[in-house]
């Protein structure tokens, strides 16, 4: 393509050329190139678009159909169509409803927590300090580490007997805890996994957006006689409101996907049932155990619309409160 | 975070009304600007804290892989590392198939790192540096997808997977992942300001076909942005637990998906579990120690405008 390339949209022909022929290759070259710029921006985005069309939005729709038929795990080209049937027992099933709030509740225990530190951690690295990259990075290990490793050490530190955090609590005489068994101790136990895997990692977010703060505001601030705190209060928090917002949502959407962490918090095959008594079972772990434990596909397909439509409701209230937010800022 | 109490640490601030003499105002001012305060032993102190918490984890990984189960569990447990490590690991990688596993991590996050940094610089560039018509909406698209959490499309997805004949192979893992939005912003952040027009104008004039710009003046811009997103996107890759683990069958796992289903066996022996969870994150930890502080840069970088 690129061998025989004169000056590109060139009014006059090449030199070389003589009479008719290279005038008309001419508008024919040209017009060439304006295709070439006409064409290439759209086929530089469209691996985007066509990978997500095919493994992203063509399946978000196909879920919809699919959660209207019968479709079991042993013989997957089958299906049955049977109406809102799927979303009535998953609906009925009590256990769906636990999921639900076992979700909606770790949800909040593990981002409220994990953004509060990581605003004040932020804080922190946002000093003037030796060796700020390697404390920088300290904090981002955990990020490194997989849900799988994670949870699997977590695991060991919260079991009931022979746990490093049942023997640490021993010495303040509370060494007892069945983490996992219990309804509230073991949902802390998988925010705790979550806060630390997630924690280090909004900081650096949070710190970047902390270094973009202009450097007068603050200057202005302490003209006027603002203490530290109050700096941080109004100068840092309300130029941080947009990243603030960025991170609940990203947040939120992150706990709606918690998996990997309750399916192996008591390692064997209390994960798939979110343990004895689905205290911790969430509604990814719901859709697992549907769909490949249980093997009916189509109501795993239902949970997923339902998850749809949760995230929708949580958009709406974040929305919702950020323009509250925003009001009550101005 | 107490070293922020204003009484005690920060002289300069005190309510002291603001007509103070020249050098005291100087003080107040330094002081008052975020980015030049210095931590004080207590910072230090707080963050010693928060690092320690970070790597205790992880050191802890290393404890129990080399100890017996019996010893991992004992009361008090192990706070040194023992001496089982190299037998812990042998049985770990012959009872899970790591060998294979690990061979099909490389595969899968060398081809999903690949595809993103070539698709997600090209389609960067495009919405850096390129005019068409529907660019700006093209790319609230894009961002838009960041949105849908994976679980919405899983059960098409295997079925789909399992029709085309994917079902449990590694295509099944790689092909949904091959361009991500992330990297496609990411990329087009860097471009917006790390390519000036005028390199593209004079290869332009210079005859340059598009592909010809992409590939001699875009691609060599790039390469910064594109060295980190290479990371992240490896981390991320090789991190990945939900789609694999439902995507994959047991004798064709990545590294993770083995960590999983060695866990979720009936009784597993929990130092044999942590043996295999430390060669699983081993190779990460040594790409963090040597590229941290690019991998720190990248995030940073890509968190500003986020």
């Known amino acids: 393509m690129a061998t025989t390339t004169p000056t590109r949209g060139a009014p006059t022909p090449p030199a070389g050329g003589s009479g008719a022929v290279p005038n008309g290759r001419g508008t024919w070259r040209s017009r060439l190139w304006r295709l070439d710029d006409l064409a290439s921006p759209y086929a530089y985005i469209a691996p985007f678009f066509l990978v997500f069309g095919a493994f992203g939005l ?259 209230i974040n929305l919702i409160v950020g323009r509250f937010l925003r009001k009550s800022a101005a | 975070m107490t070293t922020t109490s204003p009484t005690n640490t920060a002289p300069g601030l005190d309510p002291v009304p603001p007509v103070a003499s020249p050098a005291r105002n100087r003080v107040r001012l330094k002081l008052g600007a975020g980015q030049q305060l210095k931590g004080g032993p207590l910072t230090y102190l707080a963050l010693v804290v928060v690092g320690l918490g970070s790597i205790f984890p992880l050191y802890w990984t290393l404890v129990a892989a080399s100890h017996d189960q019996q010893r991992v569990l004992d009361s008090p447990p192990p706070l040194l590392p023992g001496g089982r490590l190299w037998s812990n690991l042998q049985t770990a990688w012959d009872q899970a198939h790591l060998g294979k596993a690990i061979v099909n991590s490389v595969i899968v996050s060398g081809c999903i790192t690949a595809a993103t940094l070539f698709f997600c610089t090209l389609a960067g560039y495009a919405f850096a540096k390129m005019r068409f018509r529907g660019r700006g909406a093209l790319m609230t698209a894009v961002i838009a997808t960041l949105t849908i959490p994976p679980q919405l499309s899983v059960v098409p997805l295997f079925m789909m997977m399992a029709d085309i004949g994917w079902g449990g192979k590694l295509e099944s893992v790689i092909f949904p992942t091959l361009v991500g939005a992330f990297g496609v912003f990411f990329m087009r952040q860097y471009l917006l300001e790390a390519l000036p027009y005028e390199l593209i104008e004079a290869a332009k004039v210079d005859g340059a076909t598009n592909i010809r710009i992409v590939w001699n003046v875009v691609l060599p811009a790039a390469r910064p942005a594109m060295m980190v997103l290479g990371m992240l996107t490896f981390v991320q890759a090789w991190n990945d637990f939900f789609w694999p683990f439902l995507a994959l069958s047991q004798d064709n796992p990545t590294l993770q998906v083995a960590l999983g289903q060695l866990s979720a066996s009936y009784t597993p022996d929990q130092s044999i579990v942590m043996a295999g969870a430390l060669i699983s994150t081993l190779p990460l930890l040594l790409v963090f120690v040597v590229f941290g502080k690019q991998i720190v840069g990248g995030i940073m970088a890509g968190a500003v405008k986020g």
């Open chain 1, 58 to 316: 063509y399946p978000l729709l196909y879920t919809g159909w699919i959660a209207l038929h019968r479709v079991e795990m042993t013989s997957l080209s089958t299906s049955e169509w049977v109406g809102f049937d799927n979303f009535t027992k998953i609906l009925q099933d009590s256990e769906f409803w636990t999921a639900v709030t076992n979700t909606f509740l770790i949800g909040v225990i593990s981002t409220v927590p994990q953004l509060l530190v990581a605003l004040g951690l932020a804080h922190l690295l946002n000093y003037k300090l030796r060796a700020s990259t390697f404390w920088r990075t300290v904090v981002l290990t955990p990020y490194a580490t997989s849900v799988a490793t994670a949870a699997l050490v977590f695991a060991l530190v919260f079991r009931a007997d022979g746990g490093i955090l049942n023997w640490v609590l021993h010495f303040v005489g509370i060494g007892n805890t069945d983490w996992g068994n219990g309804e509230w101790t073991s949902k802390i136990a998988i925010s705790v996994i979550v806060i630390w895997r997630w924690t280090g990692y909004n900081a650096l977010i949070y710190l970047a957006a902390m270094q973009a703060v202009p450097t007068d505001l603050y200057e202005a601030a302490s003209i006027d006689g603002a203490t530290r705190w109050q700096q941080f209060r109004k100068v840092t928090i309300p130029s941080l409101r947009p990243t603030i917002l960025f991170t609940i949502v990203i947040s939120t959407i992150g706990s709606m996907q918690l998996f990997g962490e309750p399916l192996l918090l008591q390692g064997g095959t209390l994960g798939s049932t979110g343990g004895n008594e689905h205290q911790y079972e969430t509604l990814s772990i719901y859709l697992y155990n549907y769909g490949w434990k249980l093997g009916h596909l189509g109501p795993a397909a239902a949970v997923a619309w339902a998850m749809l439509a949760l995230l929708l409701l949580i958009a709406l």
